[in-house]
Nanobody, 123 residues
């Protein structure tokens, strides 16, 4: 199994930036594709970004393209989500997720999840 722990959330003004981190332990992190999802109150969990095992392939939801950057450091067993130009619509609980081998875009395709970190953007 892989254990995931997110950190870095908080309260930020619109236009500001935050960097979320996802610390992985357990099985070899480099064998798992990673993603960030988010869920706002009353809304379904939605995909934010994915990154392949080697970090060479990245996908972003249209709503965050050009503002967010997903990355990973396999030597440190860490994943990251750099969020710039934050908007009030970005307010949500953010989750990192992992699955063996290839990336996927549906939340139910991911086997391992962190507990989530709250991001609140004030306008």
């Amino acid at each position: 199994q892989v254990q995931l722990v997110e950190s870095g959330g908080g309260l930020v003004q619109a236009g500001g930036s935050l960097r979320l981190s996802c610390a992985a332990s357990g099985r070899t992190f480099r064998n798992y594709a990673m993603a960030w999802f988010r869920q706002a109150p009353g809304k379904e969990r939605e995909l934010v970004a994915t990154i392949t095992i080697d970090g060479g392939g990245r996908y972003y939801a249209d709503s965050v393209k050009g503002r967010f950057t997903i990355s990973r450091d396999n030597d440190k067993n860490m994943g990251y989500l750099q969020m710039n130009s934050l908007k009030s619509d970005d307010t949500a609980v953010y989750y990192c997720a992992a699955r063996p081998q290839g990336v996927a875009r549906r939340f139910y395709d991911y086997d391992y999840w962190g507990q989530g970190t709250q991001v609140t953007v004030s306008s």
